[in-house]
Nanobody, 115 residues
Framework: QVQVVESGGGLVQPGGSLRLSCAAS????????MGWYRQAPGKQRELVAG???????VYADSVKGRVTISRDNAKNTVYLQMNSLKPEDTAVYYC?????????WGKGTLVTVSS
């Protein structure tokens, strides 16, 4: 069994910052790509940022320049630093772990950007 647990969501004012964390544990031998997705009410789930095993990041155009993804391979953990948050960033943020072409998802953490 593999467990993927996100943390760090919450309520933040526009222009504020949050740091999300996601830790994978259990029967996981090796992790390839790690990523963050989000789903706003009434919308499809979309990629926010991803990072390869070797640390190469990719970002959605909507968050470029405001978000930084990083990972700690020793801890099987991926982070998402979000700055200059906007109301349209409000969504449930999900962590995705790719291990030998099997995808594991967390249950999500809610980020609300509102004044």
């Amino acid at each position: 069994q593999v467990q993927v647990v996100e943390s760090g969501g919450g309520l933040v004012q526009p222009g504020g910052s949050l740091r999300l964390s996601c830790a994978a544990s259990g029967s996981i031998v090796s992790i390839d790509a790690m990523g963050w997705y989000r789903q706003a009410p009434g919308k499809q789930r979309e990629l926010v940022a991803g990072i390869s095993r070797y640390g190469r990041p990719v970002y959605a155009d909507s968050v470029k320049g405001r978000v930084t993804i990083s990972r700690d391979n020793a801890k099987n953990t991926v982070y998402l630093q979000m700055n200059s948050l906007k109301p349209e960033d409000t969504a449930v943020y999900y962590c995705n772990i790719d291990s030998y072409d099997v995808n594991y998802w967390g249950k999500g953490t809610l980020v609300t950007v509102s004044s």
